[in-house]
């Protein structure tokens, strides 16, 4: 079972749909999610970040934790076509790498392909 | 302008053969990441440094070696022991090793002919 489990899709909406994408986790441990947008052939971006569970909106994003349920998800409010593209979870804990020494591994989902139809 | 570059954005390799593709961050950045992405695997860990002269590997790190002797370079060699190169690299820096926001440059896409 891997740490991190996303559906790859592809998941296609029409234009103005609110989409949701969701990912699990195993490890108890994470307390920092994050969601990346990663367009065609580009690096991807940070979208959101969150610590520990709750909700955080941003415009039309909205990022919800539940860490008793190990389940992350992130919403996008009014979809447009340019929010077509790969969306992918991040997670991390207090120092897994190296204790010692704080560093931070990102345990990253398989991502999410995302079109938009206009 | 701050951010990360990476280059060349393509790579055409010959089999045997080592590679070296460049990673250079002017966000002044302690920590910088090297990672691999496969379609349907996400982003796989290849090494990272927290501070100059100074890098761990990741889960991936057979086939690859690194230097940091500059703050703002990380250097990635794909060498001819890595079995299967063909790739997307990315390569990404966080303010320092204890912070969890990484940002990514735009990536070299490797194709071994």
């Known amino acids: 079972q891997k740490e991190v489990e996303q559906d790859p899709g592809p998941l296609s909406v029409p234009e103005g749909a609110i989409v949701s994408l969701n990912c699990t986790y195993s490890?108890?441990?994470?307390?920092?999610f994050m969601w990346y947008r990663q367009y065609s052939r580009k690096g991807p971006e940070l979208l959101m970040y969150t610590y520990s569970s709750g909700n955080k909106e941003d415009g039309r994003f909205t990022a919800q934790v539940d860490k008793s349920s190990k389940y992350i998800s992130l919403f996008i409010r009014d979809s447009q076509p340019s929010d077509s593209a790969t969306y992918l979870c991040?997670?991390?804990?207090?120092?897994?790498?190296?204790?010692?020494?704080?560093?931070?591994?990102?345990?990253f989902g398989q991502g999410t392909r995302l079109t938009i139809n206009p | 302008d701050g951010g990360i570059t990476q280059s060349p954005k393509y790579l055409f390799r010959k089999e045997g053969q080592n590679v070296t593709l460049s990673c250079e961050q002017n966000l002044n950045h302690d920590a910088m990441y090297w990672y691999r992405q496969d379609p349907g695997q996400g982003l796989r860990l290849i090494y990272y440094s927290q501070i100059v002269n100074d890098f761990q590997k990741g889960d991936i790190a057979e086939g690859y070696s690194v230097s940091r002797e500059k703050k703002e370079s990380f250097p990635l060699t794909v060498t001819s022991a890595q079995k299967n190169p063909t790739a997307f690299y990315l390569c990404?820096?966080?303010?320092?090793?204890?912070?969890?926001?990484?940002?990514f440059g735009p990536g070299t896409r490797l194709t071994v002919l």
């Open positions: 490890n108890s441990a994470f307390q920092y």
């Open positions: 990404a820096s966080s303010v320092d090793g204890s912070t969890d926001t990484q940002y």
């Open positions: 991040a997670m991390s804990g207090a120092s897994i790498v190296a204790p010692h020494q704080g560093a931070q591994k990102l345990v």
